[in-house]
């Protein structure tokens, strides 16, 4: 396993916590963001409680971190901030916010779109490891994400539960 993965592993364990069964919560029985489905489709079998770091990291690295290839994104930052957007919102949501906010940031220079299909592909990768602008890349991702989480909390009191801890924890800002 690499560095780059290394580091968004320990940011993920210290926001997601243990183990959680919160009633609001539509993943259900979760530990270390890990969902009771995604655990039984990687072949857990025991009770959620009982997972180990050491399996959650093997999950999250072949089916987050290698299988969106994030590991492919040169920019150490934007890496990282993808894979805790997969964790915490879905990969497919957290790719579409890439795409999207590269999208937003090239529309200026008259740079093909690439497309919002959730896949980071070839094409992404492609525009988001050439991307000129880096910083801004990441604000604008995390702007998608404030966003999703806002719109969350205000179409169902459920989510209003998790707004301050998802603006606290999850959103991040570079400056220059």
Same mark, same amino acid.
């Given at each position: 396993?690499?560095?780059? +993965? ?8 210290? @926001? ?8 609001? !919560? *539509?993943?259900? &029985? ?18 959620? &409680? !009982?997972?180990?770091? !050491? ?16 590991? #492919?994104? #040169?920019?150490?930052? @934007?890496?990282?901030?993808? +894979? ?11 790719? #579409?916010?890439?795409?999207?906010? $590269? $999208? ?8 093909? *779109? ?7 592909? *070839? ?5 988001? $490891?050439?991307?000129?602008? *880096? ?10 994400? =404030? &966003?999703?989480? @806002? ?11 998790? =707004?301050?801890?998802?603006? $606290? ?8």
């Amino acid at each position: 396993m690499d560095k780059i +993965f290394g580091k968004a592993f320990e940011k993920v364990l210290i @926001i997601e916590g243990g183990y959680s069964d919160h009633e609001n !919560d *539509p993943g259900g &029985k979760t530990k270390y963001g890990i969902t009771e489905a995604v655990a039984r489709q990687n072949g857990y079998k025991g009770d959620m &409680k !009982d997972l180990t770091t !050491d399996q959650v990291k093997e999950i999250y690295y072949h089916e987050f971190w290698l299988n969106h290839k994030y590991n #492919k994104i #040169k920019n150490r930052n @934007i890496a990282i901030e993808m +894979f805790d957007q997969a964790v915490n919102m879905g990969q497919g949501t957290a790719n #579409k916010n890439l795409q999207k906010s $590269n $999208n937003l940031l090239t529309a200026a220079d008259d740079i093909y *779109p690439i497309a919002v299909d959730g896949v980071i592909g *070839p094409q992404t990768l492609k525009a988001i $490891n050439g991307c000129s602008k *880096p910083i801004a890349l990441f604000n604008v991702l995390n702007g998608y994400q =404030i &966003k999703h989480y @806002i719109n969350l909390a205000e179409n169902s009191n459920k989510y209003k539960t998790f =707004i301050a801890g998802w603006a $606290n924890n999850r959103i991040e800002i570079i400056r220059k």
